[in-house]
C-alpha cells in the first residue's frame, strides 16, 4: 500500500506515493476506495464477482506543462461517477495515460464489482482542487510528513495530495 489518509480541517485528505504518473493515479483510486468503505468491506472485496470494462477521462493541457493533479481530480471523479451511477466500484485497475492533439488522456482497464456489495463508512461529496499536488520526487529527495498518519519517504517517484469533501 501507497496511500494513507490524512487528516485536514473539516474534510479528509489522501496523500499517495508511486514509481510514476500511471501508477499514482491508480495508488490515489484504490486510497480513495479504500476511505470510503468499511474494513469488514475491504476483508471481503475478493469474495466477489469481478467485471472488467475501459474506463477514460482527458482534459486539455499544453505539452509543455502536463496537468497531473487536473487529469487526478477528472480520474477520481469518474470512479466516484461510476460508482454512484453505474454501481461500479473499482477493485483494480492499469493505467495508461498519453497525450495527443492538445488533451492529456487517461485509458484504464479495470476490474469493478457491484457497488452494492460494499458497505462504505463515509460519502465523498466532491475531489476538489483545495491543496492539490501532483509533483516528481527526485532520486535521493525525502518529502517529509507533517501528519504521523503518513510516513516520510524518499525518491525517485511520484506523490499526490488530494482532498475529498465528505
Known amino acids: 500500500m501507497s496511500h494513507w489518509p490524512r ?18 493515479m491508480v495508488e490515489a483510486a484504490l486510497g480513495m476506495q479504500n476511505i470510503l468503505m468499511t474494513k469488514d468491506s475491504i476483508n471481503e472485496l475478493n469474495n ?5 470494462s475501459q474506463w477514460n477521462v482527458s482534459i486539455e493541457s499544453d ?33 495508461s495515460v498519453s497525450y495527443s492533439a492538445g488533451k492529456l488522456n487517461l485509458q484504464a482497464q479495470v476490474s469493478w464489482i457491484d457497488s452494492t456489495l460494499v458497505t462504505r463508512e463515509i460519502e465523498i461529496k466532491a475531489v476538489t482542487s483545495h491543496e492539490l499536488l501532483f509533483e516528481k520526487v527526485l532520486s535521493q529527495q525525502e518529502i517529509t510528513s507533517e501528519w504521523s498518519e503518513v510516513p516520510n519517504f524518499q525518491g525517485p517517484g511520484w506523490y499526490c495530495d488530494v482532498i475529498f469533501d465528505i
Not at 485536514?8 to 489522501?14: Q, V
Not at 466477489?48 to 472488467?52: C, D, E, G, V
Open 7 to 24: 487528516p485536514t480541517t473539516a474534510d479528509i485528505g489522501l496523500r499517495a506515493f508511486s514509481n510514476s504518473p500511471n501508477n499514482l
Open 48 to 52: 466477489h464477482i469481478r467485471h472488467n
Open 63 to 95: 505539452e509543455n506543462d502536463l496537468c497531473y493533479d487536473m487529469l487526478l481530480v477528472n480520474w477520481l471523479d469518474e470512479v466516484l461517477y461510476r460508482c454512484e451511477v453505474h454501481q461500479q466500484w473499482l477493485v483494480d485497475c492499469q493505467i
